[in-house]
């Protein structure tokens, strides 16, 4: 008698519709438990990625609050220099709208360089083609 493994024995003593069966119902078992996983996995990574957006947020604030105070201490700084408040509330003023013009410019520019998705657009020309019977096929 050979050396068979409970497996083998089953295996030997099944018909293909019960191995076939067994099959089936091992690989949905599969999936189920890998989508739980992918659930819990994304569940996890969601509530991370909620906690750093918060911390960006809570740091972009406290930068913005940092460059309005400095600009505040500029303008007075400059006031107290043209020995006239308003001409450094300008002075400060037309600085921030040079910055802003220069941002948006930078930024038009890259949206322009934008190309979207063009390899998966390419591919997905072709898949009509690939599904038409062609002459090698027939």
Same mark, same amino acid.
């Given at each position: ?10 295996? @030997?003593?099944?018909? &293909?519709? %019960?191995?076939?069966? %067994? ?11 890998? $989508? *739980?996983?992918?659930?819990? %996995?994304?569940? *996890? ?6 906690? @750093? ?11 913005? &609050?940092?460059? &309005?105070?400095?600009? /505040?201490? $500029?303008?007075?700084? &400059? ?13 400060? @003023?037309?600085?921030? !709208? ?10 038009? =520019? ?13 591919? $997905?020309?072709? /898949?009509? !083609?690939?599904?038409?019977? =062609?002459?090698? =096929?027939?």
């Amino acid at each position: 008698m050979t050396d068979q493994t409970p497996s083998e024995r089953q295996a @030997a003593n099944s018909s &293909l519709g %019960e191995l076939v069966g %067994e099959v089936t119902h091992d690989m949905s078992l599969l999936m189920r438990q890998e $989508l *739980e996983l992918a659930k819990a %996995e994304l569940r *996890e990574s969601a509530k991370t990625t909620a906690k @750093a957006g918060a911390m960006l947020g809570a740091g972009a604030y406290a930068g913005h &609050l940092t460059v &309005l105070f400095l600009s /505040i201490a $500029l303008w007075w700084g &400059l006031g107290s220099l043209f020995d006239n408040g308003w001409l450094g509330a300008l002075v400060v @003023a037309i600085l921030w !709208g040079i910055a802003a013009a220069i941002l948006i410019v930078v930024g038009r =520019n890259k949206i322009k360089e934008v190309q979207g998705v063009p390899q998966t657009v390419d591919t $997905l020309r072709e /898949i009509p !083609g690939t599904l038409k019977r =062609n002459e090698e =096929n027939r």
